[in-house]
């Protein structure tokens, strides 16, 4: 028990000592989940007090509201009671990032992969992929990739161990009630939920805490927007750009499977004229530049039957998102990857197997340092 206590909270400590030296302030400038977890220990689902210059509100007389989903907020309760709106959403996302690095590990151990392909992987979590400037952007998109990074790395370890279906189905509860995005992936997690335990009535308690997290989802919008259905982000106002291409062809078009693409694998840094010549484009950058270790998937011969499972989580998240107008605006990298990054990195353990060899050793070193590029730039640019 020492031991597997020991290797998590030690990858813990070093991710976040890492991350506050290096972003020992972080960007105050949109808390929106700060707001929304005031307003809940209020026992009100509109926000007060949020600053003139927030965008991705609805307002409705003279009420605001945010669109985005609740648990977030709800992790962000307690610190919020203790300091106020004062609180620091970006720290706290830092705790996040590092419990994830945490629990990767923990459940790769649970796997049965040894110790290096673990830190190997923990490496590739924290800094060797875009979360390293998200956690440095740490504003309130990015605040919620944390989150559901933290909640896949729980789905997994779950999955890793008795893989107990009620368990099983609040996680995934958790994960899509911080971005709608994951929800897709609930079949897939359920084919793999009966893969496990061979009996339909193992989905039942998976099924009731889908449903339970359905019911607070209705509800909250219910109690925001007079209307379950009403997500609310039909009701904000957009940037030009943006709301022309919805207005044309809705929030989900084949139009913008291309331009998705283009960010996951195409996308280069934009040219400057000055040193250091190169700058990170806001419309993301593909996933060999910031995550080079992706290339390691296409030389495996990994067990197909081990691999399936998780290649269908992470497509049923993946191709969906490939038919939403934003590929995510101002950012390092390609976000959305962070959906599914984590069981990406179960794949990555099975390609390396019994350990990375040295051309990997090397592709995880240049993820790191085009990362840790891109925390400077973040900064640089006041993303």
């Keep these: 028990m ?4 020991l290797e998590p909270a030690v990858v813990f400590a070093v991710a976040l000592v890492i ?65 106020g709106e004062g609180a620091d959403q970006g720290r706290v996302g830092q705790v996040l990032a ?23 992987c ?4 924290s ?24 909640a896949m790395a729980v789905l997994v370890w779950e999955m890793a161990g008795g893989a107990r279906p009620a368990v099983v189905g609040a996680v995934l509860a958790a994960a899509w009630l911080t971005r709608l995005s994951v929800l897709p992936a609930v079949p897939a997690v359920a084919a793999i939920l009966w893969l496990r335990h061979r009996t339909l009535r193992a989905l039942v308690p998976f099924a009731l805490a889908s449903a339970a997290g359905m019911a607070v989802y209705l509800t909250y919008n219910a109690l925001r927007f007079g209307d379950p259905l009403q997500s609310g982000y039909g009701l904000l106002s957009m940037a030009s750009a943006s709301a022309d291409a919805v207005a044309r062809w809705g929030f989900f078009n084949v139009r913008y499977v291309p331009e998705h693409l283009a960010a996951m694998f195409l996308r280069l ?40 499972p998780w290649a269908a989580v992470i497509l049923s998240m993946l191709v969906p998102m490939l038919f939403f ?59």
């Design 122 to 125: 923990a490496a590739a979590l």
């Design 2 to 5: 020492r031991r597997s206590l």
């Design 19 to 83: 991350y506050v030296m290096v972003t020992p302030r972080t960007n105050t400038a949109y808390r929106h989940y700060v707001y929304m977890a005031s307003a809940f220990l209020q026992g009100r689902v509109d926000l007060r007090g949020l600053p003139a210059h927030y965008h991705d509100v609805i307002r409705i007389g003279d009420r605001v509201y945010a669109p985005f989903p609740p648990v977030p907020a709800v992790l962000l309760m307690p610190v919020v009671a203790l300091q």
């Design 325 to 383: 107008f934003s590929v995510g605006w101002v950012q390092y990298g390609y976000r959305y990857s962070l959906d599914w990054w984590v069981p990406v990195l179960v794949l990555l353990a099975g390609a390396l197997r019994s350990g990375p060899l040295a051309v990997d050793l090397a592709l995880l070193a240049a993820g790191i340092a085009v990362n840790g590029t891109g925390v400077y730039w973040v900064r640089a640019l006041g993303w």
């Design 269 to 308: 840094p934009d040219l400057i004229p000055d040193p250091p010549y190169l700058r990170p484009s806001p419309h993301g950058m593909a996933l060999w530049i910031t995550s080079p270790v992706v290339v390691r998937l296409l030389f495996t011969r990994a067990d197909r039957r081990a691999w399936l």
């Design 127 to 150: 800094f060797g992929s875009v979360l390293w400037p998200a956690v440095a952007i740490g504003t309130t998109w990015f605040f919620a990739q944390v989150v559901v990074v933290l």
């Design 98 to 120: 590092g419990a994830a690095a945490a629990v990767l590990v923990a459940a790769l151990r649970r796997m049965g992969f040894p110790l290096a392909v673990r830190l190997f």
